[in-house]
Each structure stands twice: as structure tokens, then as C-alpha cells.
């Protein structure tokens, strides 16, 4: 009996100090995977910066040519169309919003910047985050 008694109040802790995660906290931690894909973007390292998507081929990127589905497919056209440090040049996000949406995923609004020798470069884009195996992971991603 003492034993279950024993057992009983050990879950009852564990359930009870278990931490939830504020709304803010979580709208930081999008932040953070965005500060990463700013500095990964700086030193040219798309890969790098492809880490903030979820790598699956049902990632969704819909920008000015159109919807490409997938990870890879998203990478290899960024890899096309920023092939030099020259055309990555630094990026900069700026979030004018980002909402909750359900439990686990939340939109983010903003406008995006890029200064670089061939031309700067600027738009807006609209990006669903998810957590998907306790990681923020940008599921789909509309820029333009």
C-alpha cells in the first residue's frame, strides 16, 4: 500500500510541475529560428538557412513563379536564384505580426529586406509555423 501511495503521489507531481509554455515564449522561440535564417542567409549558407522548414516534401513555398512543393525543391530554386554571396547578400526580417492559430502553429506576417551589391531587394511574406517534434518548423511560406 505504501508503495502505491508512493507511485500516486509521484505522478500527481510530476503532472502538477509540469511547465507549460506561454504564448510568448513560444512567439520567441519563431523569433530565434528566424534570427538563425538571417544569419545563415548572411554567410550564404542556404542549407543553413533551409533548417527553419519543415523537410518534408509537403512543404508548401508560394511566391512570384508560382507553388513549389517540398524541402529539396525549395532549396535547389533558392540555390538558383541566390548562387553568390553577391545575390544573398544580408537579410532582414521585420514581423509586423505573429498570431496563434491553434495549439502548436502560428502565423507570421511581416515584410523581408536584402541589401546587396547587385540590388537590393524587398517584400513581404506570410509564413505558418508548426512544432513538429518539439521544433518550430515553417510549413508554408508565401513570399513575394
Sequence with gaps: ???????????????SCKQEISEETEKQQILSV???QE????????????QGYWKSDSLKFYGRN???????????????GYPTKAHTGTLTFKVNDISKITEGSYSVM???HL???VGDAEGVFMIIFKRIRGEWKI?????C
Excluded: C, P
Excluded at 544569419?39 to 533551409?50: I, S, V
Design 1 to 15: 500500500m505504501k508503495k502505491l501511495f508512493s507511485i500516486v503521489f509521484l505522478g500527481i507531481l510530476l503532472v
Design 110 to 112: 511581416g515584410a523581408y
Design 66 to 80: 508560382g507553388i513549389t512543393f517540398g524541402w529539396q525543391k525549395t532549396l535547389d530554386n533558392y540555390k538558383k
Design 39 to 50: 544569419k545563415a542567409w548572411f554567410n550564404h549558407d542556404l542549407e543553413g538557412f533551409m
Design 115 to 117: 541589401k546587396r551589391t
Design 139 to 143: 510549413i508554408a511560406d508565401t513570399s
Design 34 to 36: 528566424m534570427e538563425k
